[in-house]
T-cell receptor, first 113, second 111 residues
């Protein structure tokens, strides 16, 4: 069973701090990794994609990928109360002609004003 | 306006009743997916379809059925065999190794 693991949290950070969200995955051949943000009662929205080792920055968000360690993380700089949400890590699993996205259970982030 | 449209937003099911959730997309994506999300839980895959007239079971297909007669449409039927249908249902589309994008979801409850 291919798995994606996340700490469920809640992760509480003060406003303006850096929030660090972590994710590990079991399928070594995974090539595509995504972070989604989900507000309570809403559907997930994509905030970051990363495909190769290293860092990828987009505004206040930085995704980090280490395939050797099977580890992907999301850093949120200058955290705002509006960043309070559940963050889902997702890994694309290849199965012949079929690609399936495997989701972690999510980390709840609470940014304290 | 491009996107994924799920309807209805809220749905109530009576005992012994089948209900159908609609998912329509105009993104021209080949693949479509149905997920179920329970409170405080991650997303679990119910069914997916890579091409028209073909679909595969996901991890929790029992009590559900789907069809894919058109590229744009992937309706999900929650049958009376699904004994615990109360959940948030999400439809998504995808293409190759690109990320999936989600509709706004349908919240199903039991009357």
């Amino acid at each position: 069973q291919k798995e994606v693991e996340q700490n469920s949290g809640p992760l509480s950070v003060p406003e303006g701090a850096i929030a660090s969200l972590n994710c590990t995955y079991s399928d070594r051949v995974s090539q595509s990794f995504f972070w989604y943000r989900q507000y309570s009662g809403k559907s997930p929205e994509l905030i970051m994609s990363i495909y190769s080792n290293g860092d990828k920055e987009d505004g206040r968000f930085t995704a980090q990928l280490n395939k050797a360690s099977q580890y992907v993380s999301l850093l949120i700089r200058d955290s705002q109360p509006s960043d309070s949400a559940t963050y889902l890590c997702a890994v694309l699993s290849y199965g012949g002609a079929t690609n399936k996205l495997i989701f972690g259970t999510g980390t709840l982030l609470a940014v304290q004003p | 306006d491009g996107g994924i449209t799920q309807s209805p937003k809220y749905l109530f099911r009576k005992e012994g009743q089948n209900v159908t959730l609609s998912c329509e997309q105009n993104l021209n994506h080949d693949a479509m997916y149905w997920y179920r999300q329970d409170p405080g839980q991650g997303l679990r895959l119910i069914y997916y379809s890579q091409i028209v007239n073909d679909f595969q079971k996901g991890d929790i297909a029992e009590g559900y059925s789907v069809s894919r007669e058109k590229k744009e449409s992937f309706p999900l039927t929650v049958t009376s065999a699904q004994k615990n249908p109360t959940a948030f249902y999400l439809c998504a589309t995808g293409q190759g190794n690109q990320p999936q994008h989600f509709g706004d979801g349908t919240r199903l409850s039991i009357l």
